[in-house]
């Protein structure tokens, strides 16, 4: 049998060892807890606006068409999801995140298209869409294009992806429909880019709108 001194040096590396267990653990802790904490800081970093304020699925953000004619955004395929119904070019609405969120899955080719823009930068970011709006003409770069008098018009125009171009043309087609001057030089110029005639374009819808 061990004696009263040996016992209580027993005891002693006994609460030695379980004192350095438990030290151990709670650095294990401390250092999970620092991760997560940092991982939370940076979540909460990206994920603020530009008014410094978090983006919360029920947050609104602006939305504008650049489509001339009326545009539908679902938040579902097929039926049973909410439509945003755009009417004219520029017009904006507010979308609550969630359903932008939904509307960016179930559109994305809209998207690349041009056909929409989503006017607050750190959702652009948060949903990866920075290289996609690096390609996308802004409103005030399509209003220049529409303007129509100068070389930086065209080359802008020329920029421009294959959908925004055609929606330039259908933009600048209506405009000239409902009496807009325009200066030929230039909408020849378009004409020639886009292969086909825009003033040709607006002929045959104003013989066609005269039948109906």
Do not use: W
Request: aromatic share 6%.
């Amino acid at each position: 049998m061990l004696g009263k001194e040996e016992n209580n040096m027993v005891k002693a590396k006994v609460d030695n060892n379980e004192l350095e267990m438990l030290k151990q653990q709670l650095a294990d802790m401390s250092a999970k807890l620092a991760q997560i904490s940092g991982s939370s800081e940076k979540e909460t970093k990206d994920s603020e606006d530009y008014e410094g304020k978090p983006i919360r699925l029920d947050d609104y953000i602006k939305v504008m068409s650049l489509c001339p004619n009326e545009l539908n955004l679902s938040t579902r395929k097929g039926k049973g999801g909410k439509i945003f119904v755009f009417t004219k070019l520029y017009e904006v609405k507010r979308i609550m995140y969630q359903d932008l969120v939904d509307i960016l899955e179930n559109h994305r080719n809209f998207v690349e298209a041009g056909f929409f823009v989503i006017l607050n930068k750190d959702v652009i970011r948060h949903q990866g869409l920075d290289d996609v709006y690096a390609n996308i003409l802004t409103k005030e770069k399509m209003e220049d294009i529409l303007k129509g008098n100068s070389t930086d018009a065209v080359n802008l125009f020329k920029s421009a992806n294959e959908s925004q171009q055609e929606v330039i043309c259908r933009t600048m087609i209506e405009e000239m429909i409902n009496g807009k001057e325009k200066d030929l030089n230039f909408v020849d110029r378009i004409s020639r880019i886009v292969g086909y005639s825009l003033i040709e374009r607006v002929e045959d819808i104003k013989k066609i709108r005269e039948l109906k």
